[in-house]
């Protein structure tokens, strides 16, 4: 079976579209095969889903056309019309082989009524590159009025750390020097398990791996611990940079959207984190433009990125999703002032990330190298600065120390530090 996987969205969908590569390249088919794998977190989101199945569609019209995953439960008519043969939810993504197969005998395939246990869902990892995305946890409880998410994805489901730690190896042994860990909400991790592991307690399991950093995908601040903190403070292989799911920060915006922490509370965690964690940095999601929020709710959501130092910030604008609360709620924001709040952050943002990098001028840290060009190589410091590195022996997918000696065209440039003279 020729089969190519298009992803959109989360690292969580990076890793299922592996995953679903690895599955599907093992069966012996002469069928031509398309799977694009959704996402539907915004309006705009659904909407490049779409048009990326009538991409295919135009580009490859004997091919199958498969649509799975989040974007699939509301929006099947869409999808169908755009060109899609075959369409699966979440909860038959991981038996998308067999679903396929019955498909391409003429059967429908229906889904089996249950999902699967993420211990069943295993990376080999034999695809060569730096890093590696590690799904742990999956579905969510907490009901944010404006997502669709945890509508989709299903039960709260974790990956035992026994588990976690065998798919590591597996991972560490097809070379990657970096894991990503990914769920839809890791503060929930475990929840779900008759022995209730901790976040701390998956760490501890993975970090028995030996040869491998681990980065968290996001974490709400909730699930940001002293116990936590902790951990990242004394084990220098776990990385030392947050992206926290700030998304307001007003107060009376962040109970409108459900969410579970306060602004305070989310500036406490962040100060705890920086000050605990030798060379930390963090990221923030923010949302402008939800229902109800004005001006002075917006000026504070920009005080409250100001306080984060943050090293980068993904801006979002309110997308009211169908069979969410939000999009029932008012008074709605014009989509010009949306937009231009959106213009303003990411202008902000751009200068608060210039600052938390000149900050680490002079500091020497290590570079997982994901492109090579002669002398010079680019990658991702454990902190998550995206750094130029100059001199010989920078190899693609290994780690590398590298000085941070000056800040050029929107990243940092840093020089290989040669072990053999500096001890």
Same mark, same amino acid.
């Given at each position: 079976?020729?089969? @190519? +996987?298009?992803?959109?969205? *989360? =690292?969580?969908? !990076?890793?299922?579209?592996? %995953?679903?590569?690895?599955?599907? #390249? $093992?069966?012996?088919?002469?069928?031509?095969?398309?799977?694009?794998?959704?996402?539907?977190?915004?309006?705009?989101?659904?909407?490049?889903?779409?048009?990326?199945?009538?991409?295919?569609?135009?580009?490859?019209?004997?091919?199958?056309?498969?649509?799975?995953?989040?974007?699939?439960?509301?929006?099947?008519?869409?999808?169908?019309?755009?060109?899609?043969?075959?369409?699966?939810?979440?909860?038959?993504?991981?038996?998308?082989?067999?679903?396929?197969?019955?498909?391409?005998?003429?059967?429908?395939?229906?889904?089996?009524?249950?999902?699967?246990?993420?211990?069943?869902?295993?990376?080999?990892?034999?695809?060569?590159?730096?890093?590696?995305?590690?799904?742990?946890?999956?579905?969510? @409880? +907490?009901?944010?009025?404006? *997502? =669709?998410?945890? !509508?989709?994805?299903?039960? %709260?489901?974790?990956?035992?750390? #026994? $588990?976690?730690?065998?798919?590591?190896?597996?991972?560490?042994?097809?070379?990657?020097?970096?894991?990503?860990?990914?769920?839809?909400?890791?503060?929930?991790?475990?929840?779900?398990?008759?022995?209730?592991?901790?976040?701390?307690?998956?760490?501890?399991?993975?970090?028995?791996?030996?040869?491998?950093?681990?980065?968290?995908?996001?974490?709400?601040?909730?699930?940001?611990?002293?116990?936590?903190?902790?951990?990242?403070?004394?084990?220098?292989?776990?990385?030392?940079?947050?992206?926290?799911?700030?998304?307001?920060?007003?107060?009376?915006?962040?109970?409108?959207?459900?969410?579970?922490?306060?602004?305070?509370?989310?500036?406490?965690?962040?100060?705890?984190?920086?000050?605990?964690?030798?060379?930390?940095?963090?990221?923030?999601?923010?949302?402008?433009?939800?229902?109800?929020?004005?001006?002075?709710?917006?000026?504070?959501?920009?005080?409250?990125?100001?306080?984060?130092?943050?090293?980068?910030?993904?801006?979002?604008?309110?997308?009211?999703?169908?069979?969410?609360?939000?999009?029932?709620?008012?008074?709605?924001?014009?989509?010009?002032?949306?937009?231009?709040?959106?213009?303003?952050?990411?202008?902000?943002?751009?200068?608060?990330?210039?600052?938390?990098?000149?900050?680490?001028?002079?500091?020497?840290?290590?570079?997982?190298?994901?492109?090579?060009?002669?002398?010079?190589?680019?990658?991702?410091?454990?902190?998550?600065?995206?750094?130029?590195?100059?001199?010989?022996?920078?190899?693609?997918?290994?780690?590398?120390?590298?000085?941070?000696?000056?800040?050029?065209?929107?990243?940092?440039?840093?020089?290989?530090?040669?072990?053999?003279?500096?001890?």
């Amino acid at each position: 079976m020729s089969v @190519t +996987v298009h992803t959109l969205g *989360c =690292r969580v969908n !990076q890793y299922e579209s592996q %995953l679903l590569a690895e599955k599907l #390249q $093992a069966v012996s088919d002469q069928a031509l095969v398309h799977v694009v794998n959704t996402c539907t977190v915004t309006a705009l989101a659904d909407r490049k889903s779409r048009q990326l199945v009538s991409r295919l569609r135009r580009e490859h019209p004997t091919a199958l056309i498969v649509a799975v995953g989040c974007g699939v439960r509301g929006g099947e008519e869409r999808l169908r019309a755009a060109g899609a043969d075959l369409l699966v939810e979440n909860r038959d993504k991981m038996r998308l082989v067999e679903v396929i197969e019955l498909f391409l005998q003429g059967r429908t395939g229906e889904g089996n009524g249950g999902w699967a246990t993420l211990d069943e869902e295993r990376l080999s990892g034999a695809e060569p590159r730096v890093r590696a995305v590690l799904k742990v946890q999956d579905g969510c @409880t +907490v009901g944010c009025t404006f *997502c =669709r998410t945890w !509508q989709v994805r299903g039960p %709260l489901r974790s990956k035992t750390p #026994q $588990a976690a730690r065998a798919e590591a190896e597996s991972l560490a042994r097809a070379g990657h020097r970096e894991i990503v860990l990914a769920g839809v909400n890791l503060a929930q991790y475990g929840e779900d398990l008759p022995s209730r592991p901790s976040l701390i307690d998956l760490l501890e399991a993975l970090l028995e791996v030996g040869g491998v950093r681990y980065r968290l995908s996001s974490l709400s601040p909730d699930g940001l611990t002293d116990g936590l903190i902790a951990l990242f403070a004394w084990e220098r292989r776990l990385c030392p940079y947050l992206h926290l799911p700030l998304q307001s920060g007003d107060d009376a915006i962040l109970e409108r959207m459900g969410r579970p922490y306060t602004v305070a509370e989310c500036l406490d965690r962040a100060r705890a984190f920086r000050s605990a964690v030798p060379g930390a940095t963090l990221g923030a999601d923010v949302m402008v433009g939800f229902p109800g929020e004005d001006e002075a709710a917006f000026a504070r959501t920009v005080d409250a990125l100001a306080a984060l130092d943050p090293l980068n910030v993904h801006v979002f604008r309110f997308s009211p999703r169908p069979g969410t609360a939000a999009a029932r709620m008012t008074p709605r924001v014009p989509p010009r002032e949306a937009a231009r709040r959106a213009a303003r952050l990411a202008a902000l943002a751009d200068g608060w990330s210039e600052a938390a990098q000149e900050r680490f001028l002079g500091a020497e840290v290590g570079v997982a190298v994901e492109e090579k060009q002669g002398h010079l190589a680019w990658g991702r410091s454990e902190n998550y600065l995206w750094v130029e590195v100059r001199g010989r022996g920078a190899t693609r997918g290994t780690i590398v120390p590298a000085r941070l000696v000056e800040r050029a065209d929107g990243r940092l440039v840093g020089v290989m530090v040669d072990r053999t003279e500096n001890g």
